[in-house]
Each structure stands twice: as C-alpha cells, then as structure tokens.
C-alpha cells in the first residue's frame, strides 16, 4: 500500500456542489498539506497541518476548508465548487525539521 | 518577480550528456532547499536534499550558492529514465512556514 493515498484519483463535477478529497498517510508523519498545481505554475499551499489540533490557511485558501480528523488523515473540502478550482490536487507529509515531503499520487479533479 | 524561478525549458539532450539546471529565489532567509523529480501527471518525487557544502547522490550534484541566491542540479552521464520535470523547492522558516515550488525545468533525454 501507498504511504500517501488520496481518494478519489478523478473527479468530474458540476460548479455549485461540494465536493470533498480525502488522504490518509501511513508515514506516522505529524505534518500534512494540500497543495494543488495547474499548468505552468508551481504547486501552491492550500493549507497544512503540523499536528491534529493545528490547521493554517496558506497562500491559497479562500474557497476550500480542511479537517484533520485524526494524525493520519486529512481531508480538504471546496465548499461550492467553481470552474476555476479545475486542477490536479496533491496531499504530503512531513516529518518534523528540515525533510522533505511525501506525496500521494494526486486527485484530478475537473469542475464543470 | 517570482519567489523562486526555474527555466521551464525543455531541455534535450542525448544520452551520455551532462545537463545542469539552476533556480533562483528572491527570499535571503530561505533555509532549506530540495530538488524534486516530477514524471508526467505524476505526484513529486523526493531528488535530493540541498546542503550548503553541496551534495552528490550518484549522477547526481546538487550545490547551493547562499551569496547569490540559487541552487542547481547537475546530472550527468543522463539515461533515457531521467527524462522528467525537476522542481526546485525552497523552504523559510523564519516568520512563518513557507514552501515555495518552482514551476518546474522539463528535461528529455533522447537516445
């Protein structure tokens, strides 16, 4: 099994619905992310965790939500989706200090 | 300017060539620095870490130059296999927790 897994692998939905990504991690990591990417530009932080009690927004925030319902799950929400959060969707972890991260394989998800 | 730039290329290159690609960040108190493998609409993989005394993993050398504010990759002897999109990240950890991730340098190693 993955250490990183995110479900679903794709995702097709109308703009208005919510829609939510799940991950899960095996690492025993305390630090989880979201992070998206679209074409030609770097992945770019929606929010992170450093523990379970500890959520932070990050550069891109506005228009999804988090919980981190337990050490080893992460889930990110878009409340009411909309075209323009069409993108490939990627949750990692973390030990804490100077490591690098671990990715899961990504969620895409297209918002029609 | 952008935090942390990359030449997207792509660059292409023979097998057997040596290929060396550099980043540049904007931010002074940037501490730690990273380069990714990314293969086609996969997640990023984990190249190496940056040290400031520079740092070799096989075909691989990664230096950073605090002076001047980049870090690059060098690879050499490339193989069909390396043919992927390398990110630079860059971490601050001073004022808050920042990742920054480059957009990314493609490369194709052709036979």
């Known amino acids: 099994d993955a250490d990183v897994t995110q479900t679903p692998r794709n995702r097709i939905t109308k703009t208005g619905k919510r829609i939510m990504l799940e991950c899960s991690q095996t690492?025993?990591?305390?630090?989880m992310y979201w992070y998206r990417q679209d074409p030609g530009l770097g992945l770019r932080l929606i929010y992170y965790s450093f523990d379970v009690k500890d959520i932070n927004k990050g550069e891109i925030s506005d228009g999804y939500s988090v919980s981190r319902q337990a050490q080893a799950k992460f889930s990110l929400s878009l409340e009411s989706a909309i075209p323009n959060q069409t993108a490939l969707y990627f949750c990692?972890?973390?030990?804490?200090?100077?490591?690098?991260?671990?990715f899961g394989s990504g969620t895409r998800l297209t918002v029609v | 300017r952008k935090e942390v730039e990359q030449d997207p290329g792509p660059f292409n290159v023979p097998e057997g060539a040596t290929v060396a690609f550099n980043c540049t960040y904007s931010?002074?108190?940037?501490?730690?620095f990273f380069w990714y493998r990314q293969d086609c609409r996969k997640e990023p993989k984990l190249l190496m870490s940056v040290y400031s005394s520079g740092n070799e993993d096989g075909r691989f050398t990664a230096q950073l130059n605090r002076a001047s504010q980049y870090i690059s990759l060098l690879i050499r002897d490339s193989k069909l296999s390396d043919s992927a999109t390398y990110l630079c990240?860059?971490?601050?950890?001073?004022?808050?927790?920042?990742?920054?991730f480059g957009a990314g340098t493609r490369l194709f190693v052709k036979a």
């Open positions: 690492k025993g990591h305390d630090r």
């Open positions: 990692a972890t973390s030990d804490k200090g100077q490591d690098g991260y671990t």
């Open positions: 931010n002074s108190a940037s501490q730690s």
């Open positions: 990240v860059v971490r601050t950890h001073t004022g808050g927790f920042k990742t920054i």
